[in-house]
């Protein structure tokens, strides 16, 4: 089936500036395995976590229009930083033009929703990239929700960058992680829940464990999207039936295909996965 030139049924795409989202989309598989996705991370150009509004903006709109091309009628973005600085711009603006059938939806709104049921205190910590905490997105968005909580953010520059070379085991790990973690509990020592706003954050939980008083609990967000994502396709079925269910999953890179499936074979402690290198533009 075709519109517009494109490929009106296909896969659930899912982006991320790299690995990070492999995260997100491990429980999604895990909470609906019988539907196909399309993953695409775009690691020759992570982090986007220091880039400006323009360019993240920009390099997420292409991301999203391959993902449409290639079939997708749904895309997630399963970046934080990406969903603070692109997502609703590209819904508003460019939605409408590409194809107004299609959706985008972002992780932070999914997160943002379950702390009301999270947190006794009503003091919350956000540890994300310097983008998510400067666009303030999760502070706006709580604002929203649940005006009565307070929300604390760390900006954590180097975690994406040890995650994405492999050194998120090592101490070097561990100095980055105790100073963040400290840092935000200084700044507000009432918080009792820490959210994980940014889908690399996971492969560090260990270590930010380690070093987190046993009284705060930590929040992953991968669990939140997935069942937020499942109850978008039940609220819309028409959305649901362009969204194919072999329970194929593929892999797209802007980086070498050699190189993306060591890593993601980690995140996803599985073997055998099928990638392509692609160009956005
Ligand atoms: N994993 C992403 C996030 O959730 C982006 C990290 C980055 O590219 O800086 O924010």
């Known amino acids: 089936m075709k519109d517009n030139g494109l490929q009106k049924t296909g896969p659930i795409g899912v982006f991320d500036s790299g690995y990070g989202g492999l995260t997100i989309l491990d429980k999604i598989r895990a909470q609906m395995p019988e539907y196909d996705y399309l993953y695409l991370g775009d690691n020759a150009r992570t982090p986007y976590g220091p880039r ?165 609990q930590i929040v992953a967000q991968g669990e939140y999207v997935a069942r937020s994502l499942q109850d978008y396709l039940h609220r819309h079925p028409e959305m649901d039936e362009r969204c194919t269910k072999e329970g194929i999953c593929r892999f797209l890179t802007t980086e070498s295909e050699e190189k993306f499936k060591e890593s993601a074979s980690i995140f996803l402690r599985q073997d055998n996965i099928s990638v392509e290198r692609i160009t956005l533009e």
């Open 52 to 216: 400006s509004f323009e360019v993240v903006y920009e390099f997420t709109l292409q991301a999203v229009k391959k993902l449409f091309e290639l079939g997708c009628p749904l895309v997630i973005l399963a970046c934080n930083t990406a969903s603070a600085k692109a997502l609703r711009t590209i819904q508003q603006n460019d939605l409408p033009t590409i194809d107004p059938t299609r959706r985008v939806l972002g992780v932070i709104r999914p997160t943002v929703e379950c702390i009301g049921n999270l947190t006794t205190s009503k003091h919350v910590g956000i540890l994300a990239t310097s983008g998510t905490i400067k666009s303030e997105s999760y502070l706006l968005e709580v604002q929203k929700l649940f005006p009565e909580i307070s929300v604390t953010g760390e900006a954590c520059p180097m975690w994406v960058p040890l995650v994405e070379n492999n050194e998120y085991h090592t101490e070097g790990a561990d100095y980055f992680v105790q100073k963040h973690v400290q840092h935000l509990l200084g700044k507000d020592p009432d918080i009792d829940t820490l959210i994980l706003g940014c889908t690399h954050y996971p492969l560090l939980l260990d270590k930010i464990k380690q070093y987190t008083p046993s009284r705060v």
